[in-house]
Structures are given as C-alpha cells and as structure tokens.
C-alpha cells in the first residue's frame, strides 16, 4: 500500500555540523508534507511544512526540500545542536483523503557534543 | 499559537476500569480532532478521527466499544478506554486542526499521555 517510510533509522551528528534526516514517500497524491520532531515523552512538535507546488521551504536553521520526481522529502538542520536531539517524523497529507497524515517510521537525531 | 493539552499526562490504573483523557485546543477551535496511539520507538498510529458534533471514524481494526470518543464542543475531545488491559497501556497523543485559517490541515499535537494498566 501507499507508504512513507524513512532511510535511516538513527542520525549521529557533531554539534555544530549541519544534519540531513531524508524520507521517501510513494503516494503521488499527497500534497502537503511536515516534519515534525518528537522528544522523549513528549508529543510530534510542528518544525516546518510544506506544500507540492514548492521545493524548498526555509525556516530558523531549518529547511525543507521536496523532489516530486523521486518523492523524497528532506529536512535540513543547519548548526545542530543539543537540543535538536530527538525523533523526527514526516508525515504526507492527501488533501481528498479527508485531510488525514500518513507517518513515517521517524528517525532519531543525536547531536554529539 | 496553535496549543493543544492533554489531561492527564501520566495514569496508572487497574485492570477492568475505565479512563478517560482529554485533548483540548487551547487557542483555536478545532472541528477536527486525531487520536493516535504509540508504542515503545513506533511512529504514531492513527486510531480515529473525531468530528465536532458527529461519531468518530474509527480506523480499521480499533474496537469503537472499547476506545470511546466524544468530540462535544469546538475546542475538548476525550478519549475514554473502556475496561482497560495491560494491553492497552501506551502513549496515547491528540492532535488537532484548525477550523479556520491559512494552516486548517496543519495537525497540531497535545503532549501525550502515558496510559499503565496494572
């Protein structure tokens, strides 16, 4: 069936270095993505969106970039930090599907200092 | 902006009693809401749709009778899980969307509730 699922279940990264947590999604309908980050215990916290007719959206220290072709999706972290440790999730929204997100396994981010 | 809660954060409870949990839109009313479940490194796992006013859609394979939901005002939805089994502990997440606004299919997530069912 239709799927969104992840490359790499775990990110180790330096403090200080930028981070690329990638995921592919196969359902060509969906038509708006986010990216959420999860800390322990904690529920999805909103980072960035964005929507089919883009494919590259920035935020603080975020970006996110989206290749319709492939349908892969990627979320940049520039100057990792502590803090940014944590799962992140994408998730995939098909607008006729009742507005419904589809996630992805996640994968989890940690940040050496 | 956008701010949903859980209540409670954290339950203990024995087996064969019911609990019930609360997801509130605390800045904005929300005609929608999601209830999902998820287990140990497991991504979320959506168990219903509540609608503001009508029944929940429940998902295939989630028990209606056993996972309550009322969705009765714009801005509260409970989740209540009936006669509740170990099996039924884990972390229970509301989410929620916009009525009105430029993000309406933007989800927005409570805190969670850890559910232990003795």
């Known amino acids: 069936g239709e799927s969104v699922g992840l490359h790499l279940p775990t990110l180790s990264v330096q403090e200080g270095d930028n981070s690329i947590i990638n995921c592919a999604y196969s359902?060509?309908?969906?038509?708006?993505f986010i990216w959420y980050k999860q800390e322990s215990g904690k529920g999805p916290q909103f980072i960035i969106d964005?929507?089919?007719?883009?494919d590259k959206r920035q935020g603080q220290r975020v970006t996110v970039l989206l290749n319709k072709t492939v349908k892969h999706l990627s979320l940049q972290i520039a100057a990792t930090q502590p803090g940014d440790s944590a799962v992140y999730f994408c998730?995939?929204?098909?607008?006729?599907?009742?507005?419904?997100?589809?996630f992805g396994g996640g994968t989890r981010l940690m940040v050496k200092p | 902006g956008a701010v949903v809660s859980q209540h409670p954060s954290r339950v203990i409870c024995k087996s064969g009693t019911s609990v019930k949990i609360e997801c509130r839109s605390l800045?904005?009313?929300?005609?929608?809401m999601f209830w999902y479940r998820q287990f140990p490194k497991k991504s979320l796992m959506l168990m219903a749709t509540?609608?503001?006013?009508?029944?929940?859609?429940?998902e295939q394979g989630v028990e209606k009778d056993k996972f309550l939901i009322n969705h009765a005002s714009l801005t509260l939805s409970t989740l209540t899980v009936t006669s509740a089994h170990p099996e039924d502990s884990s972390f229970y997440i509301c989410s929620a969307r916009q009525s009105r606004g430029p993000k309406t299919d933007t989800q927005y997530f409570g805190p969670g509730t850890r559910l232990t069912v003795l």
């Open positions: 998730a995939e929204n098909v607008n006729n599907a009742g507005n419904m997100l589809t």
């Open positions: 800045d904005f009313q929300a005609t929608t």
């Open positions: 359902n060509s309908a969906s038509d708006y």
């Open positions: 509540s609608n503001e006013g009508s029944k929940a859609t429940y």
């Open positions: 964005i929507r089919s007719n883009m």
